[in-house]
């Protein structure tokens, strides 16, 4: 099977010139079949803020009410895909910018309200259609993705940026031989928080079982763990975990 | 050869709800292939005010700054163009967003400061890719376009969505039997300036030349007429002004 790369970015490097510049020719440097998943949370929170928009945040997840809607889907959608699609043109990379609505690339639906959290117009993804998106890869394209679905009813739904990385990589599974590499702010999974080089450089099931019980891996990785195995469950080859400035395929942890 | 449909609709459409309802609508029902090119002008100053950027106008064009690149690049590829896609994918139409950067589907250059006018960041298009835009239509995909492009450098410039869909009906005449449907706020180019039942059902290029010298034809009217004839001497077949709420080819001023 061709392979096939899935690089997920957050909003810290996407907003972050020399971070940025890196990141694209890195990016453009990766052989073969490509999809970029980008965040853009600190940007939006940013125009949000020059509006009077006050950003609301519930376990570090935005709630997206209808003023936010817009934003998000003025920054994620507008500023920074299209940013991200010119500068790949001109790295050689022939990117298309999409949404989920775009093609009905994915589908969800909002979140219903839940222990008396409501996130408002927050999608969870139904699905991602594999196909369209085997069909433009194989003739060359490189999709740009933003954190972004729709309803199917006209409606679009703001979605976590690791989600759309991990469906779009399972719905790409019968396809390719897919490597899907999750940007981190450290150089992967640490055995010992307090030092930046004890990388694990890889990561079974049971290890992540006994990691989670003696408290090695805690907060926000623990779900982005899940969302790996998950995708792994689902055909996915490989899941990597590493620096936005490594993402050669050779270092960070490796979830297989 | 098979025909197709190009509509390019205003920001003034666009951005009112039960106007957008209706050519949404109509654009639906339109029979065969077809590409919807919209404007989002006033949604843009309207944005740019609440971030406290001031809109600066030459002859009725935007000068675009820095600032105001960023928020036409929000609101049109953003804002604009995802809400449309959305509500087309619910109404059935496989919508695909684009600006001129993704897939380099229209490539420009900044325009050169002119009479001492520099309109900043706004591209002249330099061409569009109808190879790309064919293969894309004829695997079922309606596009969708915003008002912007790229110079292949990395940057996005701010472009008119007249020119938009002027370029991208010439690109695609070698393909199709090509109709431009322009949506204008009268019913078509009037015989009477004061009477907007006067509507002149078809305009040759001698009928233009003559207008133009006895004034029936004046101000914007001119260059989007220019614009007409340029299209239909690079073999579109028919360009047609009309209402928003009249686009199914049976209303307005035709020009073949």
Do not use: W
């Not at 996407?14 to 949370?41: C, M, N, P, S």
């Not at 022939?94 to 639906?109: E, K, M, P, Q």
């Not at 954190?147 to 019968?174: M, S």
């Not at 640490?190 to 006994?210: C, G």
């Amino acid at each position: 099977m061709e392979k096939i790369t899935i690089v997920k970015v957050g909003g810290a490097v996407v907003e972050d010139e020399a971070q940025l510049t890196q990141l694209l020719k890195d990016f453009a440097a990766i052989e073969g079949k490509k999809v970029l998943v980008h965040g853009g949370g600190r940007r939006a929170t940013k125009v949000a803020a020059a509006l009077g928009i006050e950003s609301k945040m519930v376990n570090g997840r935005r709630i997206t009410d209808a003023d936010m809607l817009e934003v998000v889907t003025m920054v994620y959608g507008g500023l920074v895909n299209k940013n991200l699609v010119a500068r790949l043109q001109a790295a050689g990379v022939n990117a298309l910018g999409l949404t989920g609505a775009d093609i009905d690339v994915i589908r969800s639906h909002k979140r219903p309200i839940k222990d008396g959290i409501d996130f408002g117009f927050v999608g969870d993804v139904e699905k991602a259609n594999g196909q369209i998106l085997h069909t433009l890869i194989n003739a060359g394209i490189t999709p740009v993705m933003a954190p972004l679905t729709h309803d199917g009813q006209g409606h679009i739904l703001n979605t976590n940026a690791d989600t759309i990385a991990g469906e779009t990589a399972k719905a790409l599974a019968p396809y390719y031989d897919v490597t899907l590499i999750y940007c981190f702010e450290k150089k992967g999974v640490l055995s010992n928080p307090d030092d930046d080089n004890s990388v694990i450089s890889e990561i079974t099931r049971e290890d992540f079982e006994r990691y989670k019980a003696d408290g090695t891996v805690a907060g926000g990785m623990i779900p982005k763990l899940d969302n790996a195995f998950d995708a792994i469950d689902t055909g996915v080859k490989r899941v990597i975990i590493t620096l936005a400035t490594a993402i050669d395929g050779q270092h960070g942890t490796v979830i297989r």
